[in-house]
């Protein structure tokens, strides 16, 4: 026990991390829109963004059921399509960071969210295209101990903040009219 006492201040560095958080909804922009609608979510070639897509839909509970596509005995009323995942840079390695025991700090730019569009089965055409991506800074080391202080900033990953899925609500509010249309 006292020689994992000795070793956990080394390992600590590695799981020190600020991620900027989504941006705060306004409250004008927090509406509860609920469409007796469901949803089925078409997978994407990389399953994690429809899995995130699927999920985040849930948790903003903007329609009546989400699910994943061909699960719904009588069908969705909507299929909902990745357009446009996040653009990222490549993963860069924190070796700096890793070497430095976290006294050098990795920092980078990435894309949070995802285009993406919902569309009657029956007219795939007739798509609403919805849009909710941001961007922010992401931080590994000590320094992110100091900017999590802040409130626009954690150590949690952005999709997992209920600012993500409140913004993604606020995004399909945004376009209620044009989803209502095709219903």
Same mark, same amino acid.
Request: aromatic residues 10%; proline residues 12%; glycine residues 4%.
């Given at each position: 026990m006292a020689r994992l006492l000795r070793i956990l201040p080394l390992l600590l560095p590695a799981g020190c991390v /600020? *991620?900027? @958080?989504? #941006? +705060? $909804?306004? %409250? /004008?922009?927090? *509406? =509860?829109?609920? &469409?007796? %609608?469901? $949803? +089925? $979510?078409?997978?994407?070639?990389?399953?994690?963004? /429809?899995?995130? @897509? @699927?999920? !985040? @839909?849930?948790?903003?509970?903007? &329609?009546? $059921?989400? %699910? #994943?596509?061909? !699960?719904? #005995?009588?069908?969705?009323?909507? =299929? %909902?399509?990745? +357009?446009?995942?996040?653009?990222?840079?490549? &993963?860069?390695? #924190?070796?700096? !960071?890793?070497?430095?025991l976290g006294i050098v700090p990795t920092t980078l730019n990435e894309e949070h969210g995802f285009a993406f569009s919902l569309a009657p089965p029956d007219r795939p055409d007739d798509r609403v295209h919805l849009d909710y991506r941001f961007g922010g800074e992401s931080t590994m080391g000590w320094w992110a101990l100091l900017l999590n202080l802040s409130p626009d900033r954690g150590f949690e990953h952005p999709h997992d903040h209920e600012r993500f899925s409140q913004g993604l609500a606020a995004e399909v509010f945004a376009h209620r009219e044009e989803i209502e249309a095709a219903l």
């Open positions: /600020s *991620h900027t @958080l989504p #941006p +705060e $909804v306004e %409250a /004008s922009d927090h *509406h =509860v829109a609920w &469409f007796r %609608a469901t $949803v +089925e $979510v078409e997978p994407y070639r990389y399953a994690y963004h /429809s899995d995130l @897509l @699927l999920q !985040t @839909l849930r948790d903003a509970g903007v &329609f009546q $059921v989400v %699910a #994943p596509v061909g !699960t719904l #005995p009588d069908g969705p009323d909507f =299929v %909902a399509r990745i +357009e446009q995942p996040p653009e990222n840079p490549a &993963f860069v390695e #924190p070796m700096a !960071t890793f070497v430095t």
